[in-house]
């Protein structure tokens, strides 16, 4: 089958766009319904899909012959790394889910965010329908940006208390805070601006038309005050994985290094602006902490924008009045910043145990609270995690293998620390904020190392195929974003489905091998 002399490649952008597009945006009831609108939303475009595919399929007689040619050598062929790894966790899985005593739970999610089985298997079936149907272009990029770029927006009016859309007006005083834009829990919302950021900054840093550059760089001003206003430090953990890996393709060129200071001194710049305004206007916006509070209390940040933005304009007026062209850079510039950010990696393990085992956390002041992990640490983070691990490690053999099913912490949970919850922190943790740790507990060891090596496939497979098409390195570095940010973030279907269908859209692009150009 030809995939060219078919509409099954039409059929695939009506349903991305809605999910790159619809998803985002879609509400019903507020902030009351947000999280099952957004999950019925995905499943009912899953499903409309699948049936325009069979219907299509059996119309066209497209399906009678593909299923006579569906034989284990040609499979075998057809498949790649990324295949067999998604196609693996998808079994895990659902050895998870048969050997679960709680199988109703683990096949719906119903106990936790709806994560279960049944949402795993629509983000198989979605991937192998988008990496064999879907023609990737660089504009799907754009009106995914453009629908984020709403969201954000609304995002930074929801931190000047505007309710525009009136989402807050029935909240209590102090979930308005926990909320904010089309997306609901401010966690989740930083997750996606995150994304966003790690797109519109790899576009921004490799786009050479101008039009285009300048599209980009708006982009990029709009996410990063968003990110800011966003109230939660995910995003940060996401924007130092960004600033510290992108130098990896940005140190190529010499464009790409002077618009990786650029981005670096935007973020800073916009960074002081938030707060200027907050100074300014304290009593109408929403007041921002932590992380915040680090960065913007670094007494020479001013002198440090001021002196990044001096720097880039001479290099900027250097280059326009000596006529440099754009030209490939020594690897030994990356292949240096590869090397220090080694050695920064080990410097950060070194802290962490001088902080944790060594007891010297009183000599690094004000980030003490982000490097020692104790029951406290990230908003009760740390104690989730260490009653998590502590079950595990109760856990018989087989339940450590293959957990207890999808979405099952919550039942795990109930049993074993409901009352050690209520009594610490007054509430109950119906997950343990860590995507990969809730894998470990909930579809066991082999899920979750499963999952890690679809991750990890998938990025190496970008980057051997696709490092010279540029929105197939910007997509997958929202996923890599996402990624990072899940270390603290937790599965859901309001932001999860989106990560899921990038990376589907960018192994579709490494499949067409002669899909290139920007």
Known sequence: MKEKKTKLPVIMAFYVTAILVGLPIIYHDYYYDILQVKYYYYCGCVAAMLIAVFFYTLYTGILKKSCLRLNGKIIGKSFTVVDWAHMVFWLLAAISTLLSPFKYEAFWGNEGRLC??????????????????????????????????????FGITDFFNLDLLGFEKHLGSVEIYMFTSFIGNVNFYTELVAIYMGIAAVMWIGTQNKIRSVWYFICLWIIFL????????????????????????????????????????????????????????????????????????????????????????????????????????????????????IAAVLGVCYILYDVNIAGHGSAYGSLQGYLKFDDNWGSARGFVWRTAVENYKRFPLIRKIFGYGPETFSIIAYYNNAHEMNEAYGLFFENVHNEYLQYLMTIGLMGMLGYLVLLGSS??????????????????????????????NISQPIVTPIMWTLLSMGMAGCRNENNKGE
């Open 226 to 341: 968003a990110a800011i206003m966003g109230q939660s430090d995910n995003v940060y953990l996401a924007m130092a994985a960004l600033f510290s890996i992108l130098p990896l393709y940005a140190f190529r060129t010499r464009r790409g290094l002077k618009r990786y200071f650029v981005l670096i001194a935007t973020f800073l710049t916009c960074l002081k602006i938030v707060e200027w305004v907050s100074g300014k206007y304290w009593e109408k916006v929403i007041h921002l902490d932590s992380m915040y509070n680090v960065l913007t209390g670094y007494e020479k940040l001013t002198l440090i924008i001021i002196s990044l933005w001096v720097v880039i304009a001479v290099v900027y007026l250097y280059d326009y009045m000596g006529k440099k062209k754009d030209e490939t850079l020594s690897p030994w510039l990356w292949r240096s910043w590869l090397t220090a950010f």
């Open 116 to 153: 279960g089985f049944f949402l795993i298997t629509l983000y198989t079936v979605s991937y192998f329908c988008i990496t064999r149907w879907f023609q990737m272009r660089r504009w799907y990029v754009d009106i995914f940006l453009a629908a984020g770029l709403v969201v954000c927006l």
């Open 459 to 488: 990025f190496v497979t970008v980057v051997r195929k696709g490092a010279d098409r540029l929105y197939l390195m910007a997509v997958m570095m929202g996923v890599f974003c996402y990624a990072v940010q899940a270390v603290i």
